[in-house]
């Protein structure tokens, strides 16, 4: 398994078979399940968002198996060309939009949250 980001609330690993393995710290437990049924609700809303697989349990921690999306991430290429901020923040809201014109039974409604 190869590290490949971290996060506030969990790291995620490269597994060997091309998946990515999201692996919650102990303190955000709990969060998994919450997670994973969200992510089983995108799916067939056909959002950009990956695949989740699985939850699973490793070394005591709580985690979900994901599809590992390929490519270079915004991030990496924003860093690389920083006059590009413009343009990558357009793309970036291009990716959103989609995300919030969708409704799914069972969603948390992220305005209400951000609007408290």
Sequence with gaps: ??????????EAFLLEDGRVLKLFYPAFASLHEQEYAIARRLEP????????????????????????????????????NPMGIRRYAH?????????HEK????????KSRVAD
């Design 45 to 80: 809303l056909a959002l950009p968002a990956p695949l989740a697989f699985e939850c699973v349990e490793m070394n005591g921690r709580k985690g979900i198996v994901y599809a590992c999306a390929s490519g270079e991430s915004m991030l990496s290429r924003l860093a690389a």
């Design 1 to 10: 398994m190869e590290l490949i980001g971290k996060g506030r609330t969990a």
């Design 103 to 110: 409704q799914a039974d069972g969603l948390p409604l992220l």
């Design 91 to 99: 793309r970036m809201a291009a990716l959103q939009a989609p995300v």
